[in-house]
């Protein structure tokens, strides 16, 4: 018995995975080698980021989780480069940072490098410090929030928190003006809903994957949250804070894929449709 | 640039390239990553534990608080979960744990996954508004309440008749979000697959030899996929 | 006695270390403060512990494959507890943020779990053409709802079509919202039965492997 010569439809139905992924390879080296320069619009979720930010007053202490692990570095990472520059820019915010991800000292050690601290002039122990990898999620925010001086003596390289001025006076959620959270875990970003707005009703910026936004959206329209961004959205905050990066150097890769991903869902439908109308078998 | 960083820089590299070769075919570069993630991702997991038993376990006990010498004794305990007679052991500590996440959780579910998203729904309003408006906040209600129906009355005589309008509405409400999630995903994983052609194409390929080394690598990829008994080297053992 | 021992007392641990927590976030938060305070740094600690489980996983399957010298799994499978090991000596002497297990963390798992996480891409690549397909009235809805949001979320598209902006913040604003927070809700009401039922013993799926005398309930 000889096989059905294969119609148009059939081979526009069933093109090799080999050339879909050499398609999307192309997209992404091709801009890259090429920069076109799309221009990134600003959304209405990163600018009230940047101006809940741009509005904490002098003196103000912030809490950021830095709560991803390596997967989720080249989308958030980018984010939270932008927004500790925005942070240190502005006078008198001091920074302490936590991790609720065994992998985020390190990362927040990598974030730092490629933010090139030093020309902030801000002080580690002074103006900015990292308590630490704290394990238990849930546990390990509601420790905190209740006291930090409970739950850890030490900074994240074990040096005693004593030593360093910036824990002056701040020991509970009560003491901070803002928490911003970046995470891979929706453990982490809905827990921080749970154990820090619920009880103390700290003002809560969360980034999360792009992926992750729409589950945290219901926190946003209830009030439970500021606002709600990917880490996808970088370029946009980087332009908000004038400190191009990986974000924006995104743009054209990102556009070019999705314009490739939308031709990909036509064709696909062409070769369904067309097969069903011409009497074949899907 | 230090020896350290280049080294670092190629392992990074290899590992990236060996790591999305599945995509193609499965070979032996990749079963190597993979199994080099596996072991790193459990010693990694290992170390910060042990890290974190030190500084907070470890440091209040030296320090004098005899307390907690009873949570080391309940963590060991927990390892008897791998024994075959004495299993049951580990499941105290497991108890404290779970009690601990329990009342954690259900002290502040209640406010903000219960009370506060009903309350945000319900003063929603849908007169003395904009057509558009109004309609936006009626068809939100609509789908809210639909969607929680759809979960919870999930028997026969609940879905079926006139009642599967209910159904219908909360599927088609919930395939709206599916397809905002799942474009999203597709943002969310190409912004990733940048992230790490970005770091080959800007960190490792413009270091010494790099660019001469890709074609090999790549082309010794290639070899891999090709079936063990097709390649003409390594020959199989018989 | 033996069934009181190994089920009734991790039961009736669950319930009073969660009682305790309620009471002090509902009833007594003075009294209780420093009980709960306790109770969340051994939390963090047995926490810890639990963090090592993935490890000795590893290490009895692996071993097994090594010792059996299963054909074509031992050389991997002794390759990872080569990096188990290593990872495990250089981070517990040198320190966890020590350079020189930056350096290790930097060079292979840092490289390695970001590249799995985005090799997804590819998948999502054929998936998209091979099973976004308007089959029917449900699955139209999700592919318009799909092609209108990844025309939004390029960039230059955004730019040059602004009415995509405002077609993709209704769609986040209405539907998704809506429909993710009926989903939170149900999952709400069923995460507060789960822990209620886990509290008065008719969950006891935490107590792992059971013997056929616990099952009886």
Request: positive net charge; proline residues 4%; aromatic residues 12%.
């Amino acid at each position: 018995m000889t096989a059905k010569p294969k119609t148009i439809w059939d081979r526009l139905e069933d093109i090799p995975r080999e050339i879909l992924y050499g398609l999307l390879l192309v997209c992404i080296i091709v801009p890259m080698l090429f920069p076109i320069g799309f221009p990134v619009p600003i959304s209405v979720e990163v600018k009230r980021w940047y101006d809940t930010i741009e509005a904490l007053p002098a003196g103000s202490v912030v809490m950021v989780d830095f709560g991803y692990s390596g997967g989720g570095e080249p989308e958030l990472a980018p984010f939270a480069v932008a927004t500790y520059a925005q942070l240190f820019r502005k006078a008198d915010i001091k920074v302490v940072t936590m991790s609720t991800s065994n992998e985020g000292p390190l990362l927040w050690e990598k974030a730092m490098t490629e933010l090139n601290i030093a020309r902030f002039g801000k002080e580690y122990g002074k103006d900015y410090i990292h308590i630490g990898y704290i394990a238990g999620v849930e546990t390990a925010m509601a420790a905190v929030g209740k006291s930090i001086s409970a739950t850890t003596t030490t900074d994240y390289k074990g040096t005693p928190l004593s030593k360093y001025s910036i824990m002056q006076g701040v020991d509970s959620a009560e003491d901070f003006a803002l928490l911003i959270v970046y995470t891979t875990g929706g453990d982490q970003s809905e827990g921080w809903v749970r154990q820090w707005y619920t009880s103390y009703k700290t003002p809560y910026l969360s980034c999360v994957l792009a992926m992750m936004v729409p589950t945290m959206l219901p926190y946003q329209k209830a009030g439970q949250i500021v606002s709600v961004v990917s880490g996808a959205q970088a370029g946009q905050i980087e332009i908000l804070v004038k400190a191009p990066g990986r974000g924006v150097k995104s743009a054209d890769v990102i556009t070019v894929t999705h314009l490739l991903c939308i031709a990909l869902v036509v064709v696909g439908n062409i070769a369904y449709f067309g097969k069903k109308f011409s009497g074949g078998k899907s | 640039m230090e020896l350290a960083s280049v080294v670092q820089i190629w392992l990074a590299a290899l590992f990236t390239i060996w790591i999305y070769s599945i995509a193609f075919r499965d070979n032996p570069f990749f079963k190597f990553a993979e199994h080099t993630f596996v072991g790193a991702a459990a010693g990694h997991s290992l170390v910060y534990g042990v890290d974190n038993i030190l500084r907070y376990g470890w440091a209040p006990l030296t320090a004098g608080n005899m307390l907690y010498a009873v949570v080391f004794v309940l963590g060991i305990l927990m390892y008897m979960r791998f024994h075959k007679t004495y299993f049951w052991v580990s499941r105290v500590p497991i108890s404290v744990i779970v009690g601990i996440g329990i009342g954690l959780t259900l002290r502040s579910t209640v406010t903000s996954e219960f009370i506060a998203q009903i309350v945000s729904t319900a003063q929603m309003k849908v007169l003395g508004l904009g057509a558009w408006e109004g309609f936006s906040n009626l068809l939100f209600i609509i789908i809210t309440l639909t969607t929680v129906y759809f979960f919870i009355f999930t028997f026969p005589k609940a879905q079926g008749g006139r009642l599967s309008l209910i159904s219908t509405i909360a599927r088609y409400g919930m395939m709206a979000a599916f397809g905002y999630s799942f474009a999203n995903t597709v943002l969310s994983r190409f912004n990733m697959i940048f992230g790490r052609i970005d770091f080959l194409m800007n960190t490792w390929l413009v270091l010494p030899y790099a660019m001469l080394a890709l074609p090999v690598v790549l082309i010794l990829v290639i070899y891999a996929m090709i079936p063990t008994e097709k390649r003409p080297w390594p020959k199989p053992k018989n | 006695m033996s069934i009181i021992m190994k089920k009734s007392v991790p039961i009736a641990l669950v319930f009073i270390t969660a009682v305790i927590f309620l009471l002090e976030y509902f009833v007594l938060p003075t009294e209780l403060k420093s009980t709960v305070t306790m109770l969340q740094n051994w939390g963090i600690i047995l926490t810890a512990f639990t963090l090592g489980f993935g490890a000795v996983n590893m290490i009895m399957f692996h071993g097994k494959q090594v010792s059996r010298r299963a054909k074509g799994q031992w050389p991997y499978s002794l390759w990872l507890l080569i990096i188990l090991v290593l990872f495990t000596l250089v981070g517990v002497i040198m320190g966890a943020t020590s350079t020189q297990y930056s350096w290790l963390y930097s060079s292979s798992y840092f490289a390695l779990s970001a590249t799995v996480y985005s090799s997804l891409g590819f998948y999502m690549t054929s998936g998209i053409y091979r099973a976004l397909r308007a089959k029917n009235a449900e699955s139209a809805l999700l592919l318009i709802v799909g092609v209108i949001v990844l025309a939004r979320n390029a960039p230059a598209l955004a730019a040059q079509f602004p009415i995509l902006v405002n077609m993709d913040s209704w769609l986040s604003s209405v539907p998704t919202t809506s429909a993710q927070r009926g989903i939170m809700i149900g999952a709400a009401l069923g995460a507060i039965a789960l822990g209620l039922r886990t509290m008065i013993g008719r969950e006891t799926g935490f107590l792992g492997q059971t013997t056929e005398g616990e099952k009886g309930g």
